[in-house]
T-cell receptor
Framework: DSGVTQTPKHLITATGQRVTLRCSPRSGDLSVYWYQQSLDQGLQFLIHYYNGEERAKGNILERFSAQQFPDLHSELNLSSLELGDSALYFC?????????????FGPGTRLTVT | GEDVEQSLFLSVREGDSSVINCTYTDSSSTYLYWYKQEPGAGLQLLTYIFSNMDMKQDQRLTVLLNKKDKHLSLRIADTQTGDSAIYFCAESILRQGYSTLTFGKGTMLLVSP
């Protein structure tokens, strides 16, 4: 158990809908990262927050957004969902944002868009 | 550019050593990581190596880094069936005070009894 929690574990929704994925980092970790894992693209970095502020963006679509709240949990919002958005979404946390800080991954949310 | 490449599949017998290879392209990598993913689970950090090191050993795991060739390997000694999983290599690049991870597509390790 990494100490990172994600809810829900599974989510099934229809195209065009909007969903919110939630992540609670390990106690004491200030950084939260979101990743998307799909069969064709592999594991892709989406976005990074540190202590409530956005620090880096990766291959994140404009239909997707995220935020980190004062209690350091984070939410990833996915809107106007398409079939191709079906994937595993992972959240990871680390103590800080630079250097060697290892990222610890949550169990993931499996999103299925039908 | 950033690209991490791994072979897709490795099959070994229980008790043998496994060697999983990875190449990366960004010479500004600071740390290189190995993660393990079991079916239906998240990624578990196994070990990491700083880019100015050549080798790191951690119990059954040995990481070798050839910085000149940008080649990283993970050796698992005395491989067990419980080691069957997907192994991801990742490079960490420090930019403007933050680091991001770029992952390979993973190597599926199958250990047969």
């Amino acid at each position: 158990d990494s100490g990172v929690t994600q809810t829900p574990k599974h989510l099934i929704t229809a195209t065009g809908q909007r969903v919110t994925l939630r992540c609670s980092p390990r106690s004491g970790d200030l950084s939260v990262y979101w990743y998307q894992q799909s069969l064709d693209q592999g594991l892709q970095f989406l976005i990074h927050y540190y202590n409530g502020e956005e620090r880096a963006k990766g291959n994140i679509l404009e239909r997707f957004s995220a935020q980190q709240f004062p209690d350091l949990h984070s939410e990833l919002n996915l809107s106007s969902l398409e079939l191709g958005d079906s994937a595993l979404y992972f959240c990871a946390s680390s103590v800080a944002s630079g250097g060697s800080y290892e990222q610890y991954f949550g169990p993931g949310t499996r999103l299925t868009v039908t | 550019g950033e690209d991490v490449e791994q072979s897709l599949f490795l099959s070994v017998r229980e008790g043998d050593s496994s060697v999983i290879n990875c190449t990366y392209t960004d010479s500004s990598s600071t740390y290189l990581y190995w993660y393990k993913q079991e079916p239906g689970a998240g990624l578990q950090l196994l070990t990491y190596i700083f880019s100015n090191m050549d080798m790191k050993q951690d119990q059954r795991l040995t990481v070798l880094l050839n910085k000149k060739d940008k080649h990283l390997s993970l050796r698992i000694a005395d491989t067990q069936t419980g080691d069957s999983a997907i192994y991801f290599c990742a490079e960490s690049i420090l930019r403007q005070g933050y680091s991001t991870l770029t992952f390979g597509k993973g190597t599926m390790l199958l250990v047969s009894p």
